[in-house]
């Protein structure tokens, strides 16, 4: 396929498509962020009627349950955090979105001058800086993994191993550069617990904006700039499972 991108032409391909989602297999061992229950896969059951095939019924039929914003990757909208009724279908690009990917390594937020909304001492924090080191030219879209990656990810309890978030000036400086869809291997852009603000959401969010969260992107993917797929299910809700493809140029 060929894409014209500010005065350039581009070439993509299926065949270098990556895949930034984490697969939920129903197994018990998702990511999970704010003490939430694993996803579940189970059989519909009526009275003459098994959903399960291995149980004698005529087909599979699952019922599932799950959590959206705490349970895998996912992408949300400003309806998350206020009473707009914005759903993500409304929202969430359907075509390619020029995108750019950087690595970047949290620090403490006691050896930064940036801030956070609420007291962070100890915790780790992407900051503006780190952001800024990494790029040239900031696009629509931003993806951006943290280090160390390792696939720990896939299936890590954030409950027990805290989580990094953004400085409010790093996130002040996405905004400003004119990014509109931000992707992050985290499970929040804020704070786990930030009085119930979500500060940074509240930052970033307007209409047309979508904040994509707990990817995993292999250490094989190099940084750089390419063309970005947010596949999402048809559902009217502030957040929906999304399965990113990037298509690195």
Not at 11 to 36: E, R
Not at 161 to 182: C, R
Request: glycine content about 6%; some cysteine.
């Amino acid at each position: 396929m060929q894409i014209n991108y500010n005065d350039r032409e581009y070439f993509i391909s299926s065949k270098n498509a990556v895949d930034l989602s984490i697969q939920n297999n129903f197994s018990g061992n998702a990511p999970t962020f704010y003490n939430s229950s694993q996803p579940s896969n189970k059989p519909l059951i009526s009275e003459n009627f098994v959903g399960n095939v291995k149980q004698g019924g005529s087909c599979n039929v699952p019922v599932i349950s799950l959590n959206i914003h705490c349970t895998g990757t996912h992408t949300e909208c400003e309806g998350h955090v206020n009473n707009s009724n914005v759903s993500i279908v409304d929202v969430c690009p359907v075509g390619l979105i020029p995108a750019l990917l950087i690595t970047v390594e949290p620090e403490l937020a006691s050896d930064t001058d940036e801030s956070y909304h609420v007291r962070c001492d100890g915790d780790s924090v992407i900051t503006k800086k780190s952001i800024q080191k990494k790029i040239r030219e900031l696009h629509s879209g931003l993806i951006i993994r943290t280090i160390p990656n390792d696939k720990s990810k896939i299936s890590r309890n954030y409950d027990k191993m805290i989580a990094p978030f953004f400085t409010n000036q790093a996130i002040d400086y996405i905004v400003s550069e004119g990014v509109e869809h931000l992707l992050v291997d985290l499970p929040s852009v804020d704070k786990a617990n930030d009085d119930g603000k979500l500060g940074n959401h509240k930052r970033f969010f307007k209409y047309g904006k979508t904040i994509s969260e707990l990817l995993f992107i292999e250490n094989s993917i190099s940084d750089g700039f390419g063309f970005l797929q947010i596949q999402i299910p048809n559902w009217s809700l502030d957040a929906v499972p999304s399965r990113p493809i990037f298509y690195q140029v």
